[in-house]
């Protein structure tokens, strides 16, 4: 929809999904950023029209939201994609076999080009197995503790989680990050499995697998945006 903002002022161009939910107790809004849209959430006595206000009240913030992210980055033949942030060149190659590979600062995919973004993302999720579990089992043993399981999802506002039962969750997008910012992150949810809280027990446990916590903090802060927009 176009969200006009003020007088004299261009619409803005505003994707919209709209999303139900017997949980909520309000309408609210948040920005998708992997897909850069607007997300309205509605109780299920609300309307469209109750979102469509609020939309319009917070013009500005969600411009500003819009604005602030980064351009999309399409998977596609010649486009260069972080790896442990190491840029890799997407070159498709008809005549390999239908799957991708990393190969010396290149990702060779074969089979039909149209099914290209899906096996790059697949070969990025294998890859983002193969780098986040070790450290976890590395980091859990240091601490004496061991998770329930270890599983990689796609969310939108964190990077990782660690459930109470034990299962610790992590974004495949961070395969695209340095090392020692993915390191820092398993290393932060294995010790949750010793304090479920960031009580200074829990810093000082994170301290024994990991120094950098304030410049990882700070890595994802600037360049984390632009991970969440590579698909």
């Known amino acids: ?30 920005i998708d950023p992997v897909e850069g849209e607007v997300v309205v959430t ?12 609020l939309l319009r009240r917070h013009a500005g913030w969600v411009a500003t ?12 033949p010649g486009v260069a994609v972080p790896v442990g942030d190491v840029p890799h060149l997407v070159q498709h190659e008809t005549a390999r076999p239908g799957s991708a590979l990393l190969s010396e600062g290149r990702i060779l995919v074969g089979g039909a080009e149209e099914a290209l973004p899906r096996r790059v993302l697949a070969l990025l999720r294998a890859e983002a197995s193969l780098r986040i579990a070790p450290r976890a089992w590395r980091h859990a043993a240091t601490l ?15 990077w990782a ?16 990050a340095p090392p020692w910012v993915l390191d820092y992150v398993v290393a932060h949810e294995v010790a949750h499995l010793r304090e479920m809280n960031h009580s200074p027990r829990f810093w000082a446990s994170l301290a024994r697998l990991s120094p950098h916590r304030a410049a990882a903090h700070g890595w994802l ?3 984390g945006p632009r991970l969440l927009r590579v698909g």
């Open 1 to 30: 929809m176009l969200l006009r903002l003020a007088p004299g002022v261009p619409p803005l161009r505003c994707p919209l999904r709209w999303r139900v939910s017997p949980r909520a107790r309000r309408v609210s809004l948040r």
């Open 42 to 53: 509605l109780p299920p006595t609300a309307s469209q029209r109750a979102g469509l206000a």
């Open 65 to 76: 939201r819009l604005h602030a992210l980064p351009p999309p980055l399409r998977l596609a």
């Open 144 to 158: 004496g503790v061991a998770p329930q399981a270890i599983r990689l999802k796609d969310p939108r506002s964190r």
């Open 161 to 176: 989680s660690c459930a109470v039962d034990g299962t610790l969750a992590f974004s495949w997008r961070l395969v695209m």
């Open 221 to 223: 802060r600037q360049h």
